[in-house]
């Protein structure tokens, strides 16, 4: 796996992620994201992320995720992101050619 990111102007926020696993320990063999988030004044981040995805196990379709997120910094190590992922082929439900999940998640930086 690899990640990297870079701030710049004190605003611009590109990201790129990738990665690869040999076997079935992964649900995904290999995938690569990126995107890229805006600083608001706030200290808040919205961002869009683009994935693709190559399922570990044979016979499943490659799957493409759209994600939009908003970063809250609700103290100086605690934020909270309320996010939107639009699911393209998801590989593990093979009816649906299109899902989306609702999601919260926190991140703590000590």
Do not use: C
């Amino acid at each position: 796996t690899m990640s990297a990111e870079w701030r710049f102007r004190e605003k611009w926020l590109p990201f790129f992620r990738g990665g690869w696993s040999n076997g079935d320990a992964s649900k995904l063999e290999a995938y690569v994201s990126g995107g890229l988030g805006i600083y608001l004044k706030s200290h808040n981040v919205i961002a869009l992320g683009l994935n693709w995805g190559k399922p570990s196990s044979d016979g499943l379709r490659d799957e493409y995720t759209m994600e939009l997120f908003y970063r809250i910094q609700v103290t100086q190590i605690l934020a909270i992101s309320p996010d939107i992922q639009l699911i393209i082929d998801p590989s593990n439900n093979p009816d649906d050619d299109f899902i989306a999940v609702f999601g919260l998640r926190a991140r703590l930086a000590l």
